[in-house]
Each structure stands twice: as C-alpha cells, then as structure tokens.
C-alpha cells in the first residue's frame, strides 16, 4: 500500500509523507505555507494549520501520529465558533469536491493561453461568448506539463488539425477546484476531446452553406466570367505576412505586368471577419480600377479555417462584382470561403491562377498573330497572281493597238515635213514684217534723243561748257603728280624699297637690328637682304 502520513516534529511543524501523485501534489500545494524539502523528498507545514492538514488528508487515507491528532483536537475545539482564512477556503474546497467528485466535460473557448505557453503549468480561461463576440462568463483553468504533453501527442497523432492556443473553441475534461492560499475557483484540465473541436467547425460550416444555397447565392461569384488577362490585382492579407510575400514574389518572377493593390487585413482571430469585410467593401467601391480580389493566409492548424467560415463574409464573396480568388486554406481543408469563391490551395496557387490566366491569353494571342500573317501571306501571294495575270492579259489586248498606234504614227510623220514647211513660210513672212516694223521704230526713238541732247545743251550755255573745261585740266593735272610719287615709278628710276618680312616699309635702321630678314623690292624682282644693323643713325649693309 502507498505510504501516505503526517507526523509532528519538534519546533511545531508538520510533515507530509506520501508516493509521488500529481493529484495529491496538487491537492498538498493548496496548504497555507506549504514548503517542498527535496533532499528529504517531504512537504512541512506549520503546525498552526493542523485542521487545514487534518481535514484536507483525510479523506485521502493519510495516517496522523498522536501529537497531530492531539494539535488538531485542541485547535478544533478553539476554531468551533470562529474559522480562519485558509479553513474557509479548504471547507469551499471541500464543498466543490462534494459538489463535483469526479471529473466534468466542459465547453469553451481558449484566451490568454499564450501569455503563459512557454511555462510548465499554463494558466488560462475558458470563456463563452454570444454570437456577436461578447464574453458573457468565464473560468480560471490551469494545464500541467503531464497532462498537456498527453493532449499534444494526442494532436499529433491526429495529423495536428489545430493547437492548444487562443480563441480555439475547445471540449475539455476538467477536475473541479479551488487553490486554497488565493481563493482561487478554477478547473483543472484533464484531457481533451478532439473530434469534438472538429465536429463544431465542420457543423457551423455546413450550416452556413446551407444559408447560402437557400439564397441561391453559393456560385453567384464563380458564374462571373473570369478576366481574359487578369493584370489588375487586389490582394487582402496580413501585412508582412508570408502569403504576402509568396503572391508578390510569384507574380513578380512571371514576368507580366501585373499591378498588385494590398488591402491589410486580420486573417485569424475574432476581428477576421470586420476586417476582411472592410477590405472587400473598399475593393467594391474601386471595382472599375482592378480586374480579380485575392484573399490570402498562410498555412496554419484547421480550426484556423473556422474564422472564415461565417455568413456575412460568405455573402460579401458570393456579391462581389468582380471573381475572388481565394487561397486561404490547404490541400484537404476547406471554408466557407472556398465554397463560394474561385478556390486555389495556397497564396502562391491563387498568384499562379493568375499567371496561368495571362499566360494562355499570350499563347491565344499569338497564335491568333500566327494566323492573321498566315492568311495575309496567301492573300499577297494570291494578289500577285493575279497583279501577274491581269499585266499578261493586258499585254496580250493592248499589243494590237499599239501596232496600230506605230502605223499611225509613222504615217503622221511622212507628213510633218510638208506641215512644219507650209508653216514655216507662212511664219516666215510674218518675222519679215515685223523686223521691218521695229528697225523703222528705233530710227524714230534715236532720232527724238538727239534732238533732246541738243536742247539740253543749248540750255548750259556757254559758261557750263568753261567750268567744265577748267575741271578737267585740274583733274589731269594731280593725276599726273600722283603718278610721279607711285612708289613703281620710284623702284623705276632705280631705287629700292626695304620691307620686313610682314610687308612693313623700313623707313629706320632701328626697325631692322642684326640678324633682321629684308626684301628689296628692285624694278625687276625682289632680293632678300640680311641686316647686320645700323651706324651713325643711319648707315647699313645688308
């Protein structure tokens, strides 16, 4: 039989002795003042809280020593009218193990697990909330390290289709108490349903898309006709999120220009669904600007899914004007969502729908070019034809006539001669005339000036005709002197001109110092002269 004992030692303190259970260690941990010795493997409490030791182990089967149970008879007869702190918590303690002896099954949702995940035990709060999202109740619930790594394998085990973690509607076996030290009423966590979890998300699917067929709206969006070359892209995701960054990436490597417009949104979590429709509300109101809407999420557990399974964003899809694409989910799971829009697996999928879209519009396009030059070569070959045909047709009928037209020709020229002559006399004649008519004419012109230049003459008078004698020997007479100082006439009577080389005339020695090129210009030729400088102001060699 498992040892089980308190015993009283010296110096008032009780000792708890028992086999290692992790219900009775929890059960020892809500004594006042309670202390773990591990080298003596043994819990001590003060002696003062004897009726809380007493009345809590008892009923666990624990042995007591005299001395304890003479402590507890004196301080049970001394608290008959008067109860401590700790003694009314463990009565409550008592009263919800009397209430609740075994284990119950309770249902709710997860909150404030991840503040305290990453420690052994983890507290948290189940909550239940209205439809709209308000917490209407909660409970304290505390997970132990033993427990939760059974409830995590049992996940793994089931192809992890979500984790323990916030705003996840849970099924949960839960042990009913109360710590004693703080008062605290909580529940603590035993085991977990799974398929309970699952069940509730696939109801509330199957539900909502039962609405949706009975409005006929379920494949309103998918009967769009989706666009040929889908360039203009809306996106709705988390920000900075990894669907982002995969839808970007994979439309930017295609190579087309796509023009991507992100719209952040929540895409887990109780805000999912206000934030997507806010999302899809501005993409509305801008519809003319974009040709497709994706919505995008990364992976995640399958009860992330469930935030996208809700009536208000179903019917927001199943209206938009334009085709949503949706790439929210995974290879097997689906939402909502994915029943009323164009469904890819995964953000990249959803980027590559697209990418395919355009892609076959290229291909149609081209091969559509293919055919218009096809057909436009055989149409230039077929006009050729018959351009080629039409010309030997037309050399065939006018070949005729042009023989007629060189007859005709060659008969109109043998009589050219005979035209051309009777033309020219008769030309001939008229040419005399008018040679006459104009030699008779400029006789009477010549005739008329002269007689006006002798009028004029008479009217200079005689003095005129002095003045004008007088001028003209003046005239003659400096053009004689300036004749006799040409510097030609000089060079002629024998002398010579000195000139630097840049045609300046040498009119002082100190122009030309030794070494001085000169050219003497001589009546007949030109002598080119060395300086070797001047003397007494004006004598030189050269």
């Known amino acids: ?196 979890t699952l069940g509730e998300v696939a109801r509330r699917r199957e539900e909502i898309i039962r609405k949706l067929i009975k409005a006929g709206l379920l494949e309103r969006n998918r009967s769009l006709p989706f666009p040929v070359i889908p360039l203009r892209v809306g996106l709705i995701t988390s920000l900075g999120s990894d669907a982002e960054r995969d839808v970007l990436k994979t439309l930017r490597e295609s190579g087309y220009a796509f023009q991507v417009t992100v719209h952040g949104a929540r895409v887990q979590g109780p805000y999912t669904e206000p934030s997507v429709l806010n999302a899809l509300d501005w993409f509305r109101a801008h519809a003319d600007q974009f040709d497709v809407v994706l919505i995008c999420r990364g992976g995640g557990a399958r009860t992330d899914l469930a935030w996208f399974d809700s009536e208000p964003l179903g019917r927001a899809v199943a209206t938009f004007p334009l085709p949503v694409v949706v790439g929210i989910g995974h290879e097997e799971d689906r939402s909502v969502l994915d029943e009323v829009g164009w469904r890819a697996k995964t953000p990249t999928a959803a980027a590559q729908l697209l990418v395919e879209q355009v892609r076959a519009a290229e291909k149609r396009l081209l091969e559509g070019l293919k055919e218009v030059l096809g057909g436009a070569s055989s149409a230039l070959l077929r006009a050729d034809h018959r351009r080629k045909e039409l010309a030997r047709r037309l050399l065939s009928a006018t070949g005729g006539r042009l023989n007629e037209a060189k007859r005709e020709l060659g008969r109109l020229t043998g009589r050219l001669p005979q035209a051309v002559g009777t033309a020219l006399g008769r030309h001939g004649k008229y040419l005399e005339e008018v040679q006459v008519r104009l030699a008779r004419a400029a006789r009477r012109e010549l005739g008329e000036a002269e007689k006006n230049l002798e009028r004029a003459l008479r009217r200079l008078g005689p003095r005129s005709l002095a003045l004008l004698a007088r001028e003209r020997e003046r005239v003659k007479a400096q053009g004689k002197r300036l004749h006799g100082l040409d510097p030609r006439r000089v060079v002629e009577r024998g002398f010579a001109i000195l000139r630097l080389g840049e045609g300046r005339v040498v009119t002082d020695p100190v122009q030309a110092p030794p070494g001085t090129r000169l050219w003497a210009e001589l009546k007949r030729g030109t002598l080119r002269l060395l300086s070797e400088g001047g003397e007494d102001g004006g004598k030189g060699s050269g």
């Open 1 to 196: 039989m498992a040892r089980r004992e308190v015993t009283c030692g010296d110096g008032g303190v009780l000792y708890i002795r028992f086999d290692y259970d992790r219900r009775l260690v929890e059960l020892v941990k809500g004594l006042p003042e309670r202390k773990w010795h591990p080298a003596e493997r043994l819990w001590t409490v003060p002696a003062g809280h004897v009726v809380a030791v007493v009345e809590l182990l008892r009923e666990e089967g624990f042995s007591f020593d005299e001395t304890t149970q003479r402590l507890y008879a004196e301080r049970r007869r001394e608290t008959e009218d008067n109860l401590t702190v700790s003694q009314l918590n463990l009565k409550v303690k008592g009263a919800l193990q009397s209430a609740f002896p075994s284990p119950i099954w309770l249902v709710g949702e997860i909150a404030g697990f991840g503040k305290g995940a990453h420690r052994d035990v983890v507290t948290f709060k189940l909550v239940e909330r209205r439809e709209e999202g308000k917490i209407i109740a909660e409970v304290d619930a505390v997970l132990f390290p033993d427990v939760r790594q059974a409830i995590e394998y049992k996940l793994q085990r089931e192809g992890a289709p979500f984790r323990l973690e916030d705003e996840v509607t849970v099924r949960v076996l839960v042990q009913v108490d109360l710590y004693v030290p703080w008062g605290d009423y909580r529940v603590v966590i035993k085991d977990l349903d799974v398929a309970y």
